[in-house]
């Protein structure tokens, strides 16, 4: 198999803290396209990640003809509302909930730039795709372009699978629309890390406040 090794991209200079503390799902997506170069830039940040065993079984489907990305948007939106338990309704949910976000990118997929598939060669190797996925997403951030990581339901499975000619073995574990984002980056509220960590035994706090 031949491999190969990458110097660091001087456009990817952002801090390392910098992309990860303003890193947040960005579901609002301009239209204008992301070049191949920005794509390519992406790929090689996500080729870094580490995979079990070395085996390298992520591989990336670049979706930006609109035909598809409007077949796939229908399959999205079919998705998101199979996930919904029975009797959702958006009126239960405050304005700005992420649920009512969610819901708006479902209908919103079909317009968004690009959207970028990560999938494994073989099924049951979520492990070995998501931190390339994860790196994509920074790599994205750190040359300004929002992401957002979502998935499918097993219901339109055989459909994305027809839809891009996925081989019977391959699995797609998320779909990622990237593009420039309408609204900004920024920092996320997350919970504290000394409820979120234990040392030694589960329950033992950390020596943090
Ligand atoms: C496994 C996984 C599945 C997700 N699925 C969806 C999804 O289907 N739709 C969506 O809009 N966001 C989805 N997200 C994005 C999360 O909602 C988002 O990462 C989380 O709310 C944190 O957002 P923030 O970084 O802006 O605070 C998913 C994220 C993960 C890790």
Request: glycine letters at 4%.
């Given at each position: 198999?031949?491999?190969?090794?990458?110097?660091?991209?001087?456009?990817?200079?952002?801090?390392?803290?910098?992309?990860?503390?303003?890193?947040?799902?960005?579901?609002?997506?301009?239209?204008?396209?992301?070049?191949?170069e920005d794509i390519h830039m992406l790929m090689d940040a996500a080729s870094k990640a580490p995979s079990s065993r070395n085996e390298q079984r992520v591989r990336f489907l670049v979706v930006r003809d609109r035909e598809k990305i409007r077949k796939f948007a229908e399959l999205y939106r079919e998705a998101w509302w199979a996930k919904r338990?029975?009797?959702?309704?958006?009126?239960?949910?405050?304005?700005?909930?992420?649920?009512?976000?969610?819901?708006?990118?479902?209908?919103?997929?079909?317009?968004?730039?690009?959207?970028?598939?990560?999938?494994?060669?073989?099924?049951?190797?979520?492990?070995?795709?998501?931190?390339?996925?994860?790196?994509?997403?920074?790599?994205?951030?750190?040359?300004?372009?929002?992401?957002?990581?979502?998935?499918?339901?097993?219901?339109?499975?055989?459909?994305?699978?027809?839809?891009?000619?996925?081989?019977?073995?391959?699995?797609?574990?998320?779909?990622?629309?990237?593009?420039?984002?309408?609204?900004?980056?920024?920092?996320?509220?997350?919970?504290?890390?000394?409820?979120?960590?234990?040392?030694?035994?589960?329950?033992?706090?950390?020596?943090?406040?």
């Amino acid at each position: 198999m031949a491999m190969v090794k990458l110097d660091p991209p001087a456009r990817l200079d952002m801090s390392l803290g910098k992309a990860m503390f303003t890193q947040r799902a960005i579901r609002r997506l301009k239209p204008d396209p992301v070049s191949d170069e920005d794509i390519h830039m992406l790929m090689d940040a996500a080729s870094k990640a580490p995979s079990s065993r070395n085996e390298q079984r992520v591989r990336f489907l670049v979706v930006r003809d609109r035909e598809k990305i409007r077949k796939f948007a229908e399959l999205y939106r079919e998705a998101w509302w199979a996930k919904r338990p029975a009797g959702w309704k958006p009126e239960n949910f405050e304005p700005g909930d992420l649920h009512l976000s969610a819901m708006r990118l479902a209908d919103d997929m079909k317009d968004v730039p690009t959207v970028v598939l990560a999938i494994s060669t073989v099924p049951g190797q979520a492990t070995s795709v998501l931190p390339a996925a994860q790196n994509l997403m920074l790599a994205a951030r750190a040359l300004g372009i929002g992401s957002v990581l979502t998935t499918l339901h097993p219901t339109v499975t055989d459909r994305v699978r027809a839809l891009f000619k996925l081989p019977p073995e391959a699995e797609v574990h998320c779909c990622i629309p990237l593009g420039y984002p309408k609204g900004r980056f920024g920092t996320t509220a997350r919970r504290p890390t000394s409820e979120t960590t234990y040392y030694e035994e589960w329950g033992t706090p950390p020596p943090w406040e």
